[in-house]
């Protein structure tokens, strides 16, 4: 652990989404602080694209762990999907 100080405002979601499915992408891990710090940090150690967006992440922060992410917010979701997609693409 770093140490720099963790920003008790700080969010962290993450989703799972398998392209192509007709599921809508599920929240699986979630959480503020300290715990959002982690969340990113084993994202990083495993190589996962992170999307820096405060207020989508604060916005998801109500969904339930293993609930799909709400209709109102299918199309922030859907830009920030497809920028991981587009960004994966460059790296093949």
């Known amino acids: 652990m770093s140490d720099t100080p963790v920003?008790?405002?700080?969010?962290a979601v993450a989703l799972e989404y398998e392209k192509g499915s007709r599921e809508a992408p599920r929240v699986i891990a979630k959480g503020r602080g300290?715990?959002?710090e982690r969340i990113i940090a084993l994202a990083e150690e495993?190589?996962?694209?992170?999307?820096?967006?405060?207020?989508?992440?604060?916005?998801?922060s109500g969904v339930e762990i293993d609930d799909e992410i709400p209709v109102e917010l299918f199309?922030?979701?859907?830009?920030?999907?497809g920028?991981?997609?587009?960004?994966?693409?460059?790296?093949?």
């Open 46 to 60: 495993n190589d996962i694209f992170i999307e820096a967006n405060p207020m989508l992440a604060k916005a998801l």
């Open 34 to 36: 300290i715990i959002a």
């Open 7 to 11: 920003n008790p405002q700080k969010y």
């Open 83 to 92: 920028f991981v997609l587009r960004a994966r693409s460059r790296l093949l």
């Open 75 to 81: 199309e922030a979701v859907a830009e920030v999907i």
